[in-house]
């Protein structure tokens, strides 16, 4: 099947109330060209570099979402232009990201990534880790970044009734912490092989790469 028909299946299976990000790690421009001309305007990335020239090359309506793993230093290249950074695993990035909006003069929204897997490699926060940094004083008095949400990846497993289960859980951390946070609207769960699990747990925001570009090496 071709990218649009990819893109046709997935967004019919996706409620209006919930947004795509089409993943397109690794795959070339015109892939991305392809998928814009059928109207999608958000992209999720794994890598600054890669990202950054695609953003050069591309329409500048495209919202650029960081959604891997971020290493501190390469937070400046990205500050100008990315609009939402998924993968915000520890209390000195977001300092580096506000650090670098604030030469922007932006402020750059950012999800908080919470471990949910049982996996030891997914990255992230556990819930009393988020809920000590969100109590900081630091957290206050950063002007140039915006927590809208939460952002968490399942465990890659056969077992849905785990992954469903890890996916309830983040949710239930997304309410509680919604009620003191009201800039919170944003629940990132849900890859192409779960997220219509992860939509009916109560995701706003999947992150679907291969089911609409096809499978990467
Ligand atoms: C690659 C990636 C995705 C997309 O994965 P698919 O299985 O291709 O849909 C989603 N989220 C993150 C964090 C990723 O790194």
């Excluded at 958000?42 to 600054?48: A, C, D, P």
């Excluded at 604030?102 to 897997?117: F, G, P």
Aim: charged share 25%.
């Amino acid at each position: 099947m071709s990218i649009k028909e990819n893109l046709l299946v997935v967004t019919n299976t996706i409620p209006d109330t919930v947004t795509l990000v089409a993943v397109s790690k690794t795959k070339p421009m015109s892939f991305i060209q392809e998928a814009y001309d059928e109207g999608q305007r958000i992209f999720g990335e794994n890598r600054v570099q890669e990202m950054t020239e695609k953003w050069q090359e591309m329409p500048k309506d495209i919202e650029w979402h960081m959604i891997g793993h971020l290493q501190r230093n390469k937070v400046k290249y990205m500050a100008e232009y990315v609009s939402l950074v998924h993968g915000v695993d520890s209390p000195r990035l977001l300092a580096e990201i506000n650090k670098q909006a604030e030469k922007h003069n932006r402020i750059i929204s950012c999800l908080l990534q919470v471990h949910i897997a049982e996996e030891d490699t997914k990255f992230g926060f556990n819930e009393e880790e988020l809920l000590e940094l969100v109590s900081t004083k630091e957290f206050k008095t950063y002007k140039h970044i915006k927590i809208v949400g939460l952002m968490g990846m399942a465990t890659f497993t056969d077992n849905m009734d785990q992954v469903r289960r890890e996916f309830k859980n983040l949710k239930d951390l997304y309410t509680k912490l919604k009620n003191n946070y009201t800039d919170f609207n944003i629940l990132s769960m849900g890859m192409s092989g779960d997220y219509n699990i992860a939509i009916e747990e109560g995701s706003t925001m999947v992150r679907i790469g291969s089911s609409i570009f096809g499978s990467r090496n």
